[in-house]
């Protein structure tokens, strides 16, 4: 069983609805989480990080870590097809960086 | 464009062959890490240097090495392929040791034939 959990997908949203995407992960020793955009043959993208549990929002995107119940969160608002990629969360719990990506999941929001 | 330079960027050999891919990281990134991205096993951690020793390991095969070298550049090397190496392998970056923020290159697709 993997450490980090995501629902591959497809995920399809019309334009301008919001996009949600989880991920459950196992290992309660994880601190560091991360969501990472990847687009076709492209590497992963920095989205959002966040450290320890709370809720980080940059400009249409907000993430979210519960670590009560080990879930990941990333919101986006006003999606654009634009947005249509992969989206990978990843989580790691010490500060070596050796972290734990989830399989990804694909979004294709439509015009 | 993330900083991070891998090459080549495609990569066709037959099984059995050794190939060695490259990266160079963002500048001033003292960490580099490799991962293996396939269809069925998603992005998968393979191994991290940090100012050129060694730090952290992951699912790298005994098959796989890698080293990183005094100007920070990085090397994973193949050998002994098999079919069920074809994948993307990317090389990231990073400027901390907590490896918060890691950068991703373009990645090296490789294909065994």
């Known amino acids: 069983q993997k450490e980090v959990e995501q629902d591959p997908g497809p995920l399809s949203v019309p334009e301008g609805a919001i996009v949600s995407l989880n991920c459950t992960y196992s290992n309660s020793a994880f601190q560091y989480f991360m969501w990472y955009r990847q687009y076709s043959r492209k590497g992963p993208e920095l989205l959002m990080y966040t450290y320890s549990s709370g809720n980080k929002e940059d400009g249409r995107f907000t993430a979210q870590v519960d670590k009560s119940s080990k879930y990941i969160s990333l919101f986006i608002r006003d999606s654009q097809p634009s947005d249509s990629a992969t989206y990978l969360c990843?989580?790691?719990?010490?500060?070596?960086?050796?972290?734990?990506f989830g399989a990804g999941t694909q979004v294709v929001v439509t015009p | 464009d993330s900083g991070v330079t891998q090459t080549p960027k495609h990569l066709i050999t037959a099984t059995g062959q050794r190939v060695t891919l490259r990266c160079s990281p963002r500048?001033?990134?003292?960490?580099v890490y490799w991962y293996q991205q396939s269809l069925d096993q998603g992005l998968q951690f393979l191994i991290q240097y940090y100012n050129g020793e060694e730090r952290a390991k992951g699912n790298i095969l005994e098959r796989f090495s890698a080293q990183q070298f005094p100007d920070l550049h990085s090397e994973l090397n193949l050998s002994s392929l098999e079919l069920g190496d074809s994948a993307l392998y990317f090389c990231?970056?990073?400027?901390?040791?907590?490896?918060?923020?890691?950068?991703f290159g373009s990645g090296t697709q490789l294909s065994v034939l």
């Open positions: 990843a989580s790691s719990y010490d500060s070596w960086g050796k972290f734990q």
């Open positions: 500048s001033g990134d003292l960490s």
């Open positions: 990231a970056s990073s400027a901390d040791r907590a490896g918060e923020k890691l950068f």
